[in-house]
């Protein structure tokens, strides 16, 4: 059952967020993009050290979200999401104790986080193969 806890509230410092600093960073995102589309250039930014709490929100509110929402497990969670912007993606990473180290806003075509390393296709040879084997005795 739900209830009024259950409800998002957007609260007024989160709208006082738009900033000239939220304006400078559009406005370079715009430059991040075209470069990524001549070069394929990807630009990572760390809002973090550029932006307070409320603003990354603002800014996470103006960008909205987009079709792609992923999320992993390394040494804690991770998520990555696209923002309704094709080619700049939120990705928020987290600790084991579950606190938020690292707030990106990135400019890719996909964030290297999703692609598999290379030297991981080593062993997935022998993986199939077990399960060929395993799949065999049923």
């Not at 370079?28 to 630009?43: A, C, D, F």
């Not at 969670?77 to 990705?91: A, M």
Request: with cysteine.
């Amino acid at each position: 059952m739900s209830g009024l806890a259950d409800i998002a509230i957007v609260t007024a410092d989160a709208l006082a967020g738009a900033t000239p600093a939220i304006d400078a960073l559009l406005t370079e995102l715009i430059q991040h993009v075209e470069r990524l589309k001549k070069t394929g250039e990807s630009t990572s930014i760390d809002l973090r050290a550029l932006l307070s709490q409320p603003e990354i929100e603002h800014l996470k509110a103006t960008l909205g979200q987009g079709e792609i929402q992923a999320s992993l497990q390394a040494f804690g969670p991770s998520s990555i999401n696209e923002t309704r912007v094709p080619g700049v993606w939120f990705v928020e990473h987290r600790n084991a104790e579950y606190q938020t180290i690292a707030e990106l806003l990135m400019v890719t075509l996909c964030p290297d986080i999703l692609f598999t390393p290379v030297e991981n296709l080593s062993e997935s040879r022998s993986l199939l193969a077990g399960l060929i084997t395993n799949n065999e005795g049923e």
